[in-house]
């Protein structure tokens, strides 16, 4: 059966600004859309059941759009490299259409149905969707892949963007043989959380599916992007995107976010806001520098990149990873972001770079526990991004300075000076001072009164305790 186009969504699930999608419809033949839950996916240790609620509220929505739009869309259960050919194969298709990743697996699973494909004599067409530039298109003048963000930055700005790919349109039925073979194929319905054996939360942080992801960017857009650069660090308001499940997934097109920032730009008044806009816009730059080192170096996603720290001697005491864990540290600004975290499935950024210095400078616990409990909480959790982060936080990934460590009560007394964030979060001390909330100097039997437990470590011992071993570490070398 000829004239069939299928398009594989994977970290996509969208019908708008989507380029592999857009370029399927192109071709001007019938289209059929699917997504496959790949066991090796869905049974990983890290896996956030916040997360795959919200990928099961962006694949209903994706399932609607489709019936709407009057495609097939099937929902298949297996390993890729299987399903996609024999899929492909079942359904006489011509080409199969897919975007793009950058993590060492799914190159791998990638790789595999390609090889799957072209055994049947099936063409595969791939695009970078998830990325304003592409991994191979950025060098510096020596011709290697960044490994430091800001001259990667520079570059990156001045590269051309696409603009918003075209909706997908709707289809124009099939003919009865392609209707036939579409009836043959095994299909499963959209899964619940609960036949995962996992329980739903009641009320996501992030509503999930495209038309929220865009109404999220228009309200962002309008009312807290071109003040970006004086609110991203206070955890008490609502003062970012909260666009990052919506990146991770795919649930919103990057083309179209870039679009948001540069109609923002031309439409501002002052250099202020303008240098605002731009703050944020660096944001994305990051998130594709990290996606890049990732791509180029995939060793990343199974160590440090420095090598002090290939065999740094941690302490990884377990108890202090559980007090860390439960948000019970004794120190507020860090308990109270491991709360919003453990009850939210989100953490503010200014507080996942404090509880990550804490976790690796202040309790010297190897910095993989953290991005792994990351992992198995955030809605928005992402190999590049998380790694990413922890990295930088532990100073073992790509980044100049080496040693960068967070003094807790300093990053409250600055980002939090009236403790709102830490009151919120941490409502057995609501009776307490916001200074001394903020410094963290709450009397011990105060903490006994609102079953608040002491300090953990001290941070002024355990900084120095820190720098020690890194320098012998460093001298061992
Ligand atoms: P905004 O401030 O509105 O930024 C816009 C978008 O830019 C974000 O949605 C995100 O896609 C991207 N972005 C912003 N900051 C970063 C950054 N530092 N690195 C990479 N991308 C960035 N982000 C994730 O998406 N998934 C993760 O698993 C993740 N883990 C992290 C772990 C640690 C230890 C740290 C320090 C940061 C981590 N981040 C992660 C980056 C950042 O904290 C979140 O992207 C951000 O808090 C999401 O909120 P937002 O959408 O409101 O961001």
């Known amino acids: ?56 509220g962006c694949l209903q929505e994706l399932q609607d759009n489709y019936q709407k739009l009057n ?71 020596t011709g290697n892949p960044y490994t430091v963000y800001t001259p990667f930055w520079k570059n990156w700005q001045g590269k051309q963007k696409l603009d918003p790919a075209a909706h997908l349109q709707p289809g124009g039925g099939f003919f009865e043989g392609q209707q036939n073979a579409l009836e043959q194929v095994n299909v499963i319905p959209l899964p619940s959380l609960k036949d995962w054996g996992y329980s739903e939360s009641e009320e996501l942080v992030i509503i999930p599916g495209e038309r929220a992801a865009q109404e999220q960017l228009q309200k962002f857009g309008d009312r807290s992007l071109e003040f970006y650069e004086q609110q991203r660090n206070t955890p008490s308001i609502e003062g970012t995107s909260k666009l990052s499940a919506a990146l991770k997934l795919g649930a919103i097109g990057i083309r179209r976010v870039w679009q948001t920032t540069q109609q923002a730009i031309r439409k501002s008044t002052s250099d202020k806001s303008r240098q605002n806009i731009q703050t944020w816009q660096q944001e994305l730059a990051w998130r594709e520098f990290y996606q890049h080192v990732l791509y180029h170096f995939p060793e990343l996603a ?70 792994s409990y990351f992992m198995q909480h955030l809605i928005d959790g992402d190999l590049a991004a998380n790694n990413g982060g922890w990295q930088w936080s532990a100073s073992s990934g790509m980044d100049a300075k080496p040693l960068r460590i967070f003094n807790p009560s300093s990053q409250a007394q600055k980002f939090d000076p009236k403790a709102k964030y830490i009151r919120q979060w941490l409502p057995e001390l609501k009776s307490v001072e916001a200074k001394d909330l903020v410094t963290g100097d709450i009397p011990p039997l105060v903490r006994q009164a609102c079953h608040y437990p002491l300090p953990i470590v001290d941070h002024n011992q355990q900084q120095r305790e820190f720098k020690q071993r890194y320098k012998q570490v460093k001298e061992n070398l």
């Open 1 to 56: 059966m000829a004239n069939l186009i299928l398009f594989w969504h994977r970290r996509d699930l969208r019908v708008t600004d989507n380029l592999g999608l857009s370029y399927a419809q192109s071709k001007g033949h019938s289209l059929v859309g699917c997504f496959c839950f790949d066991p090796d996916i869905l049974n990983r240790e890290d896996i956030a059941p916040v997360r795959l609620q919200y990928l099961l």
């Open 71 to 141: 495609h097939p869309f099937l929902l298949l259960q297996g390993k890729p490299e299987q399903v996609i050919p024999n899929l492909a194969r079942d359904l006489g298709v011509m080409e199969v259409v897919w975007n793009r990743d950058v993590e060492p697996y799914s190159q791998l699973r990638d790789r595999r149905v390609t090889e799957g494909l072209k055994e049947k004599g099936i063409e595969v067409t791939t695009f970078w969707d998830q990325l304003l530039v592409a991994p191979e298109a950025i060098r510096t003048q």
């Open 302 to 371: 199974d160590g440090p990149y420095r090598e002090p720290f290939k065999h740094f001697p941690w302490q990884n005491n377990p108890q202090h990873f559980q007090a860390w864990c439960e948000g019970k540290t004794g120190y507020p600004i860090v308990d109270a972001a491991m709360r919003q975290l453990n009850t939210t499935g989100w953490m503010h950024n200014r507080c996942r770079m404090i509880v990550a210095s804490f976790l690796t400078k202040d309790l010297i616990i190897n910095w993989q526990w953290g991005e």
